[in-house]
């Protein structure tokens, strides 16, 4: 072999080795590119996991912890519409808990066809990706006839699909497989954030709530009472007290028992909450007798609410109200306002005793406004 043939021998030996190597370093440069991708993916997922568990689970305002939920999926899960719904109880529809894009009220319960629907999409799935939604039928009420869903189902409170994270994209086929993978993580923490916030503010609500009537206890109205009268006073706005007693109860005890007795409580206690606005605030506040707080109220409002309150539970039957001295259940109400009637909390909460004492003496059956004259009765 010539001294040519041997060089160009050689220089295709080594032209072969170098391709191979090239090849070789393609494929670890390929390989590192997507161990590099996976790893970022796992960073964001961890990093999405801390946002979660650092939500403000045990605030004062329960809509606070829900509207930082609503957020974190606002800035951080990329989707056109999602909603988190949630069943109190397992047997009870879904409650629509938090949501965004779709057409759906925050706290509104589910009806039975919706219910019914999520029902059929989910079957015994753990999850569902209804990747078109112009082939395949959406639950009924998040009304998309295009687009991709995802539907998460949740464990809270140790019971299987009492939570449901719902996302949707525009675009068909829009949840990859890796993706709804790391989707799952999220709704799983998710889930333990909600377990936490339920627990704590269902502690929070049994502590501050009458076990009899439902509404408020005396514990709680002792604290909401002071934080409204310094709101009041310090922003120089108005606040009415109603302290309310329901007339005769003891002789309505008396004669038809405790048994009936509670049973008009939680009657009396239905009919505060039904007739006052939301900003209002009704307490039991021991025995017979009930408070309660209107805020940003002067002292003709707040005899305007208690003759409503007033004549609301005379149109309520009560059962053997005829053996009461004067045929009804009725109520006396003694109301008082700041800054008309006290400049201390002490004071305008003792003025409304007074009135209601007062009504009392002239009769039972009517509101009196310490210091003014009495309310028209009717």
Same mark, same amino acid.
């Given at each position: 072999?010539?001294?040519?043939?041997?060089?160009?021998?050689?220089?295709?030996?080594?032209?072969?080795?170098?391709?191979?190597?090239?090849?070789?370093?393609?494929?670890?440069?390929?390989?590192?590119?997507?161990?590099?991708?996976?790893?970022?993916?796992?960073?964001?997922?961890?990093?999405?996991?801390?946002?979660?568990?650092?939500?403000?689970?045990?605030?004062?305002?329960?809509?606070?912890?829900?509207?930082?939920?609503?957020?974190?999926?606002?800035?951080?899960?990329?989707?056109?519409?999602?909603?988190?719904?949630?069943?109190?109880?397992?047997?009870?529809?879904?409650?629509?808990?938090?949501?965004?894009?779709?057409?759906?009220?925050?706290?509104?319960?589910?009806?039975?066809?919706?219910?019914?629907?999520?029902?059929?999409?989910?079957?015994?799935?753990?999850?569902?990706?209804?990747?078109?939604?112009?082939?395949?039928?959406?639950?009924?009420?998040?009304?998309?006839?295009?687009?991709?869903?995802?539907?998460?189902?949740?464990?809270?409170?140790?019971?299987?699909?009492?939570?449901?994270?719902?996302?949707?994209?525009?675009?068909?086929?829009?949840?990859?497989?890796?993706?709804?993978?790391?989707?799952?993580?999220?709704?799983?923490?998710?889930?333990?954030?909600?377990?936490?916030?339920?627990?704590?503010?269902?502690?929070?609500?049994?502590?501050?709530?009458?076990?009899?009537?439902?509404?408020?206890?005396?514990?709680?109205?002792?604290?909401?009472?002071?934080?409204?009268?310094?709101?009041?006073?310090?922003?120089?706005?108005?606040?009415?007290?109603?302290?309310?007693?329901?007339?005769?109860?003891?002789?309505?005890?008396?004669?038809?028992?405790?048994?009936?007795?509670?049973?008009?409580?939680?009657?009396?206690?239905?009919?505060?909450?039904?007739? %006052? *606005? /939301? #900003?209002?605030?009704?307490?039991?506040?021991? =025995? $017979?007798?009930?408070?309660?707080?209107?805020?940003? !109220?002067? @002292?003709?409002?707040?005899?305007?609410?208690?003759?409503? %309150? *007033? /004549? #609301?539970?005379?149109?309520?039957?009560?059962? =053997? $109200?005829?053996?009461?001295?004067?045929?009804?259940? !009725?109520? @006396?109400?003694?109301?008082?306002?700041?800054?008309?009637?006290?400049?201390? #909390?002490?004071?305008?909460?003792?003025?409304?005793?007074?009135?209601?004492?007062?009504?009392?003496?002239?009769?039972?059956?009517?509101?009196?406004?310490?210091?003014?004259?009495?309310?028209?009765? #009717?």
């Amino acid at each position: 072999m010539s001294v040519c043939a041997v060089f160009l021998s050689q220089l295709w030996e080594n032209t072969l080795a170098d391709s191979q190597d090239s090849e070789s370093l393609k494929k670890q440069v390929e390989s590192l590119r997507e161990t590099n991708t996976e790893l970022q993916e796992k960073v964001h997922l961890l990093e999405l996991i801390v946002q979660i568990s650092t939500l403000p689970v045990a605030t004062v305002d329960k809509e606070q912890t829900l509207a930082s939920l609503n957020l974190f999926f606002r800035d951080n899960i990329l989707c056109d519409a999602f909603a988190v719904l949630l069943k109190v109880d397992p047997a009870a529809p879904y409650n629509v808990i938090t949501c965004d894009g779709f057409d759906l009220q925050s706290g509104r319960e589910l009806t039975r066809r919706e219910e019914n629907g999520i029902s059929r999409t989910l079957q015994n799935s753990d999850n569902v990706c209804l990747t078109d939604l112009s082939a395949a039928a959406a639950p009924p009420m998040f009304a998309r006839d295009s687009g991709s869903m995802l539907l998460l189902p949740m464990l809270i409170g140790g019971v299987k699909r009492s939570g449901l994270l719902v996302l949707w994209r525009q675009k068909p086929n829009a949840f990859p497989a890796k993706e709804t993978g790391r989707l799952e993580t999220v709704a799983m923490h998710v889930a333990l954030v909600l377990d936490k916030t339920l627990l704590f503010h269902t502690t929070r609500e049994l502590a501050y709530s009458d076990g009899l009537t439902g509404i408020f206890n005396r514990r709680y109205f002792d604290q909401r009472y002071l934080r409204e009268f310094l709101r009041a006073k310090r922003y120089k706005r108005s606040l009415a007290v109603l302290m309310i007693d329901i007339d005769h109860f003891k002789k309505y005890n008396d004669a038809l028992g405790h048994l009936l007795g509670d049973v008009a409580l939680r009657k009396v206690a239905a009919v505060l909450e039904k007739n %006052l *606005r /939301r #900003a209002d605030i009704a307490c039991r506040y021991g =025995g $017979e007798e009930f408070v309660v707080l209107l805020p940003e !109220s002067d @002292s003709s409002h707040a005899v305007m609410a208690a003759e409503k %309150l *007033r /004549r #609301a539970v005379l149109k309520v039957d009560f059962e =053997g $109200e005829d053996k009461m001295p004067d045929g009804v259940v !009725s109520v @006396s109400i003694g109301v008082a306002a700041y800054p008309e009637h006290g400049e201390d #909390a002490g004071v305008l909460l003792n003025q409304a005793d007074k009135g209601l004492y007062e009504a009392k003496r002239r009769g039972r059956n009517r509101v009196v406004l310490m210091d003014e004259e009495e309310a028209e009765s #009717a």
